[in-house]
Nanobody, 119 residues
Framework: QVQVAESGGGLVQAGGSLRLSCAAS????????MGWYRQAPGKQRELVAV???????NYADSVKGRFTISRDNAKNTVNLQMTTLKPEDTAVYSC?????????????WGKGTLVTVSS
């Protein structure tokens, strides 16, 4: 099967930077979109950034200009470089990987990594 694992979360002061990494492993033929989502306590999970297999990107309005998503198709990894962090960025960040199957795409999720931004 496919496993997804995130790393890089931690505690950072407002205005600081943090880099999250995600690696997919297992029985993978091809990966389409890869993305980062986040969920704060008591709130709905939201899309932070997504990158297609061709490198096209989309960002949530709240992180545009501050976050950068990138991927390495050869390594099946996706990264999220976060800069100018704000306390409202505090959340559990989860990596999503859409893997191609003969019948379509299937989503796999990591367990999440906690990002805490202090004032």
């Amino acid at each position: 099967q496919v496993q997804v694992a995130e790393s890089g979360g931690g505690l950072v002061q407002a205005g600081g930077s943090l880099r999250l990494s995600c690696a997919a492993s297992g029985r993978i033929f091809s990966i389409n979109d890869m993305g980062w989502y986040r969920q704060a306590p008591g709130k709905q999970r939201e899309l932070v950034a997504v990158i297609t297999s061709g490198g096209s990107t989309n960002y949530a309005d709240s992180v545009k200009g501050r976050f950068t998503i990138s991927r390495d198709n050869a390594k099946n990894t996706v990264n999220l470089q976060m800069t100018t962090l704000k306390p409202e960025d505090t959340a559990v960040y989860s990596c999503n990987v859409r893997v191609l199957e003969p019948w379509g795409g299937m989503d796999y999720w990591g367990k999440g990594t906690l990002v805490t931004v202090s004032s």
